[in-house]
Nanobody, 127 residues
Framework: QVQLVESGGGLVQAGGSLRLTCAAS????????MGWFRQPAGKDRECVAR????????YYTNSVKGRFTISRDNAKNTVHLQMENLKPDDPAVYFC????????????????????WGQGIQVTVSP
């Protein structure tokens, strides 16, 4: 079982940057595929970035490509989401999610694909 805690959110001006961190507790973190999801107010949760067990494969939704970078440090049981050039469409509650992965790829894009998630953290972008 994995417990996840997000940190690093807050208020930033449009065009600014934030770095989210997800700290995981539990064993065998390197056997879990990880994803960052976000849920704007009144909307569905979407996967914006995901990463494979070793970190060798990363995937992004089109709206964040070139601006967001997902990474992980398996020695420290952490996953990061570096967000650059934040836009008015980016504000949301951001969630870190995990699932056991049978292989190195991470094809899991749906909320229902993941078994564990954190409490979420708010990201706000001011004009």
């Amino acid at each position: 079982q994995v417990q996840l805690v997000e940190s690093g959110g807050g208020l930033v001006q449009a065009g600014g940057s934030l770095r989210l961190t997800c700290a995981a507790s539990g064993r065998a973190f390197n056997m879990y595929a990880m994803g960052w999801f976000r849920q704007p107010a009144g909307k569905d949760r979407e996967c914006v970035a995901r990463i494979s067990r070793s970190g060798g494969n990363t995937y992004y939704t089109n709206s964040v490509k070139g601006r967001f970078t997902i990474s992980r440090d398996n020695a420290k049981n952490t996953v990061h989401l570096q967000m650059e050039n934040l836009k008015p469409d980016d504000p949301a509650v951001y969630f870190c999610e995990a699932r056991a992965a049978p292989s190195e790829t991470n094809t899991f894009q749906r909320r229902s694909d993941y078994d564990y998630w954190g409490q979420g953290i708010q990201v706000t972008v001011s004009p």
